[in-house]
């Protein structure tokens, strides 16, 4: 086996629980193949360095070895190496912020000032994270 088609890889090794499930992701530039966006069709060779956008965090696996059926979990090792960088796996722990705004029951809906002070509550945490 020289080639295998990369979604059916990806379901293989277990990246993705279905093979439609790793079309989709393909499809919607999740997966990257040596760094090009690629489709689910397109072949896997070894040595191939796979890239999975999962939620936050980007997974980056080499191909070891093609495998055309899905494998039990204990031998995945055999065809794919985990080389994702601890920075993106440190993602995985950062703790969510959550804000609760309290309001005494019966009040109703926020007034347009409160809505305008909520508002800009809101940008002033997710403005000052991404910085």
């Keep these: 086996m020289d080639d295998i088609r990369l979604d059916k890889y990806l379901w293989a090794v277990r990246v993705f629980k279905t093979r439609s499930d790793a079309a989709d992701a393909i499809r919607n530039n999740k997966v990257t193949v040596n760094g090009s966006a690629a489709k689910p069709s397109r072949e896997v060779k070894?040595?191939?360095?796979?890239?999975?956008?999962?939620?936050?965090?980007t997974y980056s696996y080499?191909?070891?070895?093609?495998?055309?059926?899905?494998?039990?979990?204990?031998?995945?090792?055999?065809?794919?190496?985990?080389?994702?960088?601890?920075?993106?796996?440190?993602?995985l722990s950062i703790p969510r912020e959550t804000?609760?705004?309290?309001?005494?029951?019966?009040?109703?809906?926020?007034?347009?000032?409160e809505r305008r002070e909520l508002d800009g509550?809101?940008?002033?945490?997710?403005y000052d994270g991404d910085e």
């Excluded at 979990?73 to 080389?83: S, T």
């Excluded at 804000?99 to 000032?113: A, E, N, S, W, Y």
């Excluded at 509550?121 to 997710?126: R, S």
């Design 46 to 57: 070894v040595g191939d360095v796979i890239a999975v956008r999962k939620m936050q965090v």
């Design 62 to 91: 080499r191909v070891l070895d093609l495998v055309s059926s899905r494998q039990p979990a204990k031998n995945v090792p055999l065809y794919c190496l985990n080389i994702t960088p601890q920075e993106e796996l440190d993602k």
């Design 99 to 113: 804000i609760f705004v309290f309001r005494d029951r019966g009040t109703g809906r926020p007034t347009k000032k």
């Design 121 to 126: 509550l809101m940008d002033g945490i997710y």
